[in-house]
Every structure is written in C-alpha cells, then in structure tokens.
C-alpha cells in the first residue's frame, strides 16, 4: 500500500477534511476528495463559512431568493450553511452506510455567542438537527463550562455530537463524563443508542502556537529545546484518558446496550511554525478509534509525503508525561494556557460568526439592488 491516506486509514485513523463550500459541492471537488483521498467526514466552523460565503457567485441565486423574501440575517446565515451542511451530508451518506453509522458524518457548529448559554445552546442544537435533517449530521457544541451539560442534554434527546474547543485533560475528562450522561439518559428514555455518535476535537497546533509563544519569552536554550513539542504531548495524554475512561464498567455497560464510544478527532491540524513539518500533527497522531480533520493542504500534503509508522501515541506516554512536567519546571502554567485558549477560541468564532453575518448582509444588499 502506497497511499499515505489509505494507510493511514487502515492504522484505524479515520481522515475528515475540515472545509466546505458551495463551489466544493457542486463542482465536485468533495465527491473526489472521497473518492481518492479517503476521506470519510467533514467538519466545519464559522470561519470555514464566512470565508466561503465571501468568495465567488455560489450563493448568489439563493442571496437573491433570501433578500427578494425579506428574511432577517441570522434566518438567512442558517438557510445559506444548513443547505451547504445537508448537501454534504448527502455526498457522504455511503461512507456512512458502509461503515455504519460510524463515519461518513458532516458536523455544522451551534451559535458561538451561545457557548456561555446552556439552554439556549440545546435549543440551538435542537434547531439546526430538525433543519439539516440527515442522520449523519453532528453538531458542534464548545466544550465550555456552560457546554457540558448542553452536550448531556443533545445526546439524551438523540442528537449526535462533536464536542469542540476542547484544550485542557481536565476539560477532557468532563468532557467524557458528559457524553456517558447523555448516553445513559438517552438509554433510559428508551433511544436507540447504536446510531447516536459523538466525536470529541481536541485541538492540536493552537496549543504549540500559545506555549512556544512563551518558551521564546524565557528564551533559554533549554526552554527553545521545548518548541513544537507541548501540542502532541498534551493531545498524546488525551488519548491515554479516553483509554482509561472507556475501559470502565460504566463504559462497559452502555456498550453492552449498543452505545458506541465517542472517538477522540484532533483538530487543528494544520502547521502554524514554518519550521516544523507541514504533517507533524497527523504523523505523530496515529492510534485506533480516532480522527484527524484537516484542511485541504494538510490533506494534499500528507498525500504526497505523509509517513505512517504505526501506532504513535501510546509508546510515547512516558515522554508526553515528561514534556509536561519540563514546562512547569520553567514556570509554564499549562491550566493557564488552556484557559487562554478557550477564552480566544470562543472569541475567535464569535468574530468569525459576526463577520459571516457581515458577509450575508453585505451580500443580501447586493442581491437586492
């Protein structure tokens, strides 16, 4: 086997792209992407849309159609990005029979002004399963405090889930706790638990991108010797969890009603230091049950260069521990790093979301004159 993807594939690692847009749908280009990539999911955020919606005439027939109806700005961004989400959905619908229910799953993000709202964000949620309308769909929820037991309540009403912005082993770990809630609710309400999925997106280069940021501040030899290193070591130690937390009876039990575990996706793939390899965060991320999302140049990249060598993460527990530890012997608070990269997480979708809103609205007054 020659194909880094197809190889990487059957190391157990399921290869999601993270984009979409109308231009990809309809040319084609995800359906081929599918076809010669292997790849089996899509994921996408505000960012991903607003860029999406700024660019070329895709939209343009149905901006006219939304502004000739009159319909607010908010109404107008769902219409635009559910119809985007369910056509992909419909693109990877055998991807999801044929492994299942497994993959072949196309994820759409609540409102991140919502992420400090539970109620609202389990409305929100609820809204956007009834207008997508396809069983391969998961919606993205932030893995913030108020997130957690939004998270619980989607899956006990028979949604499926990917939990995102996750950054921290803590969060991790609750993170966890709230999909076996959920699960067990929904079980207890008499749901059908085989086909009620959750990934959880752990974010990978933006923890590298925010603790090099402060190893160059110490700016020793040895703190420079750490650059590039904290990113997979934390994510490394998340897997090690997610092994613990599902091989428990509580797991067990669920499992036995038809549950399926919710895989650890690491997001954020892409390389931000031009002076680490531009496949780093998926050569060094390979272990079964999970997910790697990438962008469509990590993609190709990792086609044309990619190496696969085997399970790399749980040999490397010992190590990932010792990296940890090294940063808080130079003073790196790692609770703090998480907490900062939250905070501008959510800050950044928000900004994302109100400039996709900009975007539609600018667009909706074009289509009107």
């Known amino acids: 086997m020659t194909d880094p993807l197809a190889q990487l594939s059957a190391a157990e690692v399921a290869v999601w792209l993270d984009d979409i847009s109308r231009d990809r749908l309809r040319t084609g280009s995800l359906a081929e992407l599918v076809r010669t990539r292997s790849v089996v999911g899509v994921t996408s955020n505000p960012t991903i849309f607003q860029k999406a919606i700024s660019t070329g005439s895709a939209y343009d027939e149905q901006l006219r159609d939304l502004s000739v109806r009159g319909v607010d700005i908010g109404e107008a961004a769902r219409a635009i990005t559910t119809a985007d989400v369910r056509a992909a959905c419909d693109v990877l619908r055998p991807a999801y029979e044929a492994s299942g229910g497994v993959d072949g799953r196309v994820s759409i993000e609540v409102d991140p002004r919502l992420a400090h709202e539970t109620e609202r964000t389990v409305a929100e949620a609820r809204a956007l399963w009834w207008l997508v309308d396809r069983p391969n769909l998961f919606i993205k929820i932030p893995a913030t405090l108020a997130g957690l037991p939004a ?63 402060r190893l160059e501040k110490i700016g020793t030899a040895e703190a420079k010797a750490l650059r590039g290193k904290a990113a997979i070591a934390n994510a490394r130690l998340a897997y090690q969890r997610y092994e613990k937390a599902f091989a428990t009876e509580r797991w067990s039990a669920l499992a036995r009603g038809g549950a399926r575990p919710q895989r650890p996706l690491w997001a954020s793939t892409s390389t931000k230091d031009p002076a680490l390899p531009d496949t780093i ?73 109100n400039q996709l809103l900009a975007a539609v609205r600018e667009q909706l007054e074009a289509a009107g004159n």
């Open 151 to 213: 998270i619980t309540a989607t899956l006990a009403a028979g949604i499926s889930v990917n939990v995102t912005l996750i950054f921290g082993l803590d969060r991790y770990d609750a993170v966890m706790d709230a999909f076996m809630t959920g699960i067990e609710q929904a079980a207890a309400a008499g749901r059908e638990l085989s086909g009620l999925a959750s990934v959880a997106s752990f974010f990978v280069s933006r923890v590298d991108s925010e603790v090099d940021r």
């Open 281 to 353: 965060y998926v050569e060094e991320l390979v272990a079964p049950g999970t997910v790697n999302t990438m962008p469509e140049a990590t993609l190709h990249a990792f086609a044309d260069h990619g190496v696969v060598r085997g399970d790399t993460i749980r040999p490397y527990y010992d190590d990932a521990h010792a990296v940890l530890a090294h940063l808080a012997g130079l003073g790196i608070s790692f609770p703090d790093v998480v907490e900062v990269l939250e905070r501008e997480g959510v800050e950044k979708f928000v900004d994302s979301w």
